[in-house]
């Protein structure tokens, strides 16, 4: 069992960042793929950005160039720093644990999954 727990979220506004953190304990951090997902109620779960261990990276086009993500294994972290922030990026924001990158970037899964914090952005 992998246990996620997120922080960071809160209101904005347009223009403006925030970074969320997502810490890790059970298994060993490191042999997962880490990544984020966003969600509006009433809507499908939404693929954000997933990083491996080895550094290699994806992102949703939606956010390519403002949101980056980030990983201390040594701390059992994942970071996701979102800059430019946009009223769309209002929603949910949750932390997952795959074993592999492309069920997350692909599958559009994961296998364990934080609580979820919320992100709303004015304008």
């Known amino acids: 069992q992998v246990q996620l727990v997120e922080s960071g979220g809160g209101l904005v506004q347009a223009g403006g960042s925030l970074r969320l953190s997502c810490a890790a304990s059970?298994?060993?951090?490191?042999?997962?793929?880490m990544g984020w997902f966003r969600q509006t109620p009433g809507k499908e779960r939404a693929f954000v950005a997933a990083?491996?261990?080895?550094?290699?990276?994806y992102y949703a086009d939606s956010v390519k160039g403002r949101f980056t993500i980030s990983r201390d294994n040594a701390k059992n972290t994942v970071y996701l720093q979102m800059n430019s922030l946009k009223p769309e990026d209002t929603d949910v924001y949750y932390c997952a644990a795959a074993t592999t990158l492309s069920r997350m970037s692909i599958n559009l899964a994961a296998d364990y999954w934080g609580q979820g914090t919320q992100v709303t952005v004015s304008s």
């Open positions: 059970g298994r060993t951090f490191s042999n997962y793929a």
């Open positions: 990083m491996a261990w080895s550094g290699v990276r």
